[in-house]
């Protein structure tokens, strides 16, 4: 299982267009104030374990909050959970709420996203989030889980298997 924080604002919105090749493609984008949140999120390569989202960054206190009450009850006994070198994330009483699942906690190398199967995740979330465009943070809200929601178990499993976790068939 891997863990991992995204952001997400409301000024999201399209990076690229198409259009007839003598004009250029022009769109509105927010450029005033915009609010900010953070995905925390787990998977496996069944799928979405465990996720929320929250006002502003990840501390060790919304971090511990979250173990308490949505990663620990998904965890089972013999799951490994991944995760980065997150300062929360090597709390001791996170760490020990985690391993009394009967989890195993594993952390990756520093610099590494490209063996984090989830981060290609995140990248399927926030391109449907660009594609709705919100504005507001309950719209935000709305429009992540509904993101989630798109990401199907055959899409983790590629992804597990993409970053190497999963032996390709010859």
């Known amino acids: 299982m891997f863990l991992d924080e995204t952001g997400a604002k409301t000024n999201m919105t ?3 267009g198409w ?4 004009e250029r493609v022009m769109d509105l984008v927010s450029h005033g104030h915009w609010e900010t949140t ?3 999120h787990a998977i496996d390569c069944r799928g979405s374990r465990a996720s929320t989202i929250t006002n502003g960054p990840t501390n060790a206190w919304v971090f511990e909050a979250y173990v308490d009450w949505l990663l620990a009850p998904a965890l089972r ?5 991944i995760m980065d070198n997150l300062s929360s994330h090597k709390g001791g009483a996170v760490l020990e709420k985690i391993r009394a699942t ?3 906690v594993q952390f990756l190398p520093p610099y590494s996203p490209d063996l984090n199967p989830i981060e290609q995740i995140f990248s399927k979330i926030k391109a449907h989030l660009r594609r709705l465009a919100v504005r507001t943070e ?12 798109t990401v199907t178990p055959a899409d983790c499993l ?4 993409n970053s190497g ?3 390709q068939k010859k």
């Open 138 to 149: 309950r719209k935000l809200y709305n429009a992540i889980g509904k993101a989630i929601d």
């Open 19 to 22: 259009g007839p090749s003598d």
């Open 14 to 16: 399209r990076r690229y």
């Open 165 to 167: 976790y999963i032996a």
């Open 158 to 161: 590629n992804w597990f298997r």
């Open 38 to 40: 953070t995905l925390i």
């Open 102 to 104: 009967g989890a195993e």
């Open 77 to 81: 006994p013999g799951d490994i959970l």
